[in-house]
């Protein structure tokens, strides 16, 4: 049997932690929860995750850049989704596909919360079955 | 009739009509922002305010009733100075950003502001940050409530016209706004996405979710094929975007157009419709002959799919499970056309022009595809007209253009699913011929046509007496389903289209078309149809040659894998 593949979520939010580890869970994934960017950036030295799923705004504004990319240079294959409220408080707007903003958002998918529960299975599955296919050429 | 005078004019009134209605009959300009159109006053912005003569008192023309002999000021220095003073307050806590603004030049606040020669912020904002949030959440539309003037046509919208109140007036006095159900986002709330809230919108306080950043960056990159399709009431509501008359047909020039864009093939959906009848006329007179769930309702309309999902999942088993035009077309795009062309569907960067918002939410359903989506990106008719403005394209100096075969010869019954009633009257035309082996003498079926919210039919065909029903807005197909569920069982074939009137009248249309734009969208689109030599979607050549070069037969194994879906109950606060 093919191992399960292992989700890394970070949220400050632990409402969406155990949501999101409810959803992916219950797709038959392991789950693996970290609350803040420092746990984040901990949890990912000790292991290797398939897909990794990272808030934006944490204990630094911008901790889920710095996440995203810190995860890219240790494994720069590994798909990363950012999911953020932030265009909705800050209402500046920035996106995954536009070519300039994949220079400096290491992100291959952005996700406005709230997000149903099908988005996130969706998108995460699509990730992953298209990894072997590289990650960039995800359509939004 | 009743008699009264308005700056000093004699004017003619039906007793209980409004001030507002007799006015503008006569021609006099009254604005509004909050009134709407054959529905009961709200009497919310008070921007229609007239004097009348004797009382001193300024009353909203709106909700007024004329009374015999009266006499009205519709433009004295006072009443326009309190008309002038309503919009300076409206703009107190309206943000200045109407350069950036999707609305800019066609927001009715803005217009009132030039007619009324606001020329100063009137009210100091109030000083801090905006605490209002832009709703961001949902696939199809954009809610910015810092716009919104709580003029309440949304909501009334919503409820009155579509049965959904997905959102509704929240709170008290100066901390009231509009929102969802325990402030969730639309994202999580029942709206269905049809995006009739921005038609009405009189700001930019709603707009669609755009998808022109990424469709401009596919246009760009020399590694993707880029394949648009169109839907059929596109072509005749384009010419409003670029300031041509409405009920223009702009078919092969809009063809030229995304081609002069870049875009590398373009298919026309209308084509998808006459697979869709294949399909779902086939679907009927299955499910008649070996006694499957009836009435068999359409699928073709997505805000209609997740309506029933949402609020009435018993039905779930009567809606067809043919995906839609859209989604089938996407669907043979990637997985039958692409390897035809030797092109890697990775590739191929599938973008649909539609009439809807709610085509947006669609496309992005899981079920919507196999490994690949069936449709990456939606661009309404209105992000259309805003491509072509970006890339310049002038639509009159080009030469007209035909789609790209194999998916670009369509009957006219395809073109026709643009119109509320017009997949009823193609599938009509294709199951009489199913049924009995001959073709109609006459194609037309009136009593579909028209912009009524409830059209009923019955026929006779081959022995069988058939009950089918054509209704458009949900409220209507609310009503519908109520006397369904109250034991109603006279009919075999139900077709809703979320918006009143159908596609024509879609949320992703252009902005501030009234009724007689919108019935001449639908006259183009039978016009279309009186003068096309093939008027029934199953002898389309070319849905014939794919069935024998790739589908079989209809209902068949590859039919059911690519172009027939499933549903969902939805769970959302209701």
Partial sequence: ??????????????????????????????????????????????????????????????????????????YPDVPVIMLTGVTSATRLSFDATAPESRSWVKADRILDKPVRAEQVKELVARLLGRRRHGVGAEAH | MIGFQADGRSIKANPGETLLTALRREGIHIPTLCHMEDMLPSGACRLCIVEVEGSGALVPACSYPVAADMAIHTRSPRVLEARKTIV????????????????????????????????????????????????????????DPAKCILCGRCVRVCEEVQGVSAIDFMGRGARTKIGTAFDQGLNLSSCINCGQCILVCPTG?????????????????????????????????????????????????????????????????????????????????????????????????????????????????????????????????????????????????????????????????????????????????????????MFGVELQGLEPQLADNPFGERSSAGKIFGASGGVMEAAIRSVHYLLTGREMEDVRIQPARGMKGVKELRATVDGLEVGACVVSGLGNARDLLEQLR????????????????????????????????????????????????????????????????????????????LLHTHYDKREAPV
């Fill in chain 2, 88 to 143: 300076e307050l409206l703009l107190a806590n309206h943000p200045d950003d109407c350069l950036y603004c999707s609305r800019s030049g066609k927001c009715d606040l803005q217009s009132l502001s030039v007619q009324l020669d606001v020329r100063q912020r009137a009210f100091p904002a109030l000083p801090g940050p905006q605490q209002v949030e832009l709703d961001m959440s949902s696939p199809s539309l954009v809610r």
């Fill in chain 1, 1 to 74: 049997m093919e191992p399960r593949k292992k989700i890394v979520v970070v949220d400050d939010d632990e409402d969406v932690l155990e949501q999101l580890s409810q959803i992916l869970g219950g797709e038959g994934y392991e789950v693996h929860m970290a609350a803040s960017q420092a746990e984040g950036e901990e949890l990912l030295l000790s292991l290797h995750p398939d897909l990794a799923i990272v808030d934006l705004m944490m204990e630094e504004q911008d901790s889920g850049f710095v996440l995203a990319h810190y995860m890219k240079k240790l």
């Fill in chain 2, 205 to 389: 306080a709603l707009t669609e979710q755009s998808s022109l950043d990424e469709v401009v960056a596919a246009l760009a990159d020399a590694g993707k094929v880029v394949v648009a399709q169109h839907a059929p009431a596109v072509s005749v509501s384009l010419a409003e975007e670029i300031g041509l008359k409405a009920g223009t047909d702009v078919d092969g020039l809009m063809v030229a157009a995304l081609r002069h864009m870049g875009f590398d093939y373009v298919f026309d959906t209308s084509f998808a419709a006459d697979l869709t009848i294949m399909e779902e006329g086939s679907e009927l007179v299955e499910r008649i002959r070996s006694g499957g769930a009836l009435p068999m309702m359409t699928s073709c309309s997505p805000g209609w799919i997740k309506y029933v999902e949402t609020f009435y999942p018993e039905f779930i088993p009567n809606l067809s499970t043919c995906k839609s035009p859209q989604q089938m077309m996407g669907a043979v795009i990637k997985n039958y056309w692409a390897e035809r062309q030797g092109i890697d569907p990775e590739k191929v960067v599938s973008v649909s022009i539609m009439p809807c918002t709610a085509k947006k939410f669609e496309c992005s359903r899981p079920e919507m595809g196999n490994e690949l989506r069936d449709v990456d990106y939606v661009l309404t008719t209105r992000e259309l007209g805003q491509l072509i403005r």
């Fill in chain 2, 486 to 561: 109250a034991g109603r069982d006279d009919l075999h074939f139900i077709e809703v289209m979320t918006c009143p009137g159908g596609c024509i009248n879609g949320g992703g249309q252009p902005i501030g078309a009234d009724l007689a734009r919108i019935r001449s969208r639908m006259e183009a689109l039978y016009r279309i149809d009186r003068e096309d030599t093939l008027q029934v979607s199953h002898k389309n050549p070319w849905v014939l040659r794919l069935y024998e070069e790739f589908l079989g037969k209809p209902l068949g194994h590859e039919s059911h894998r």
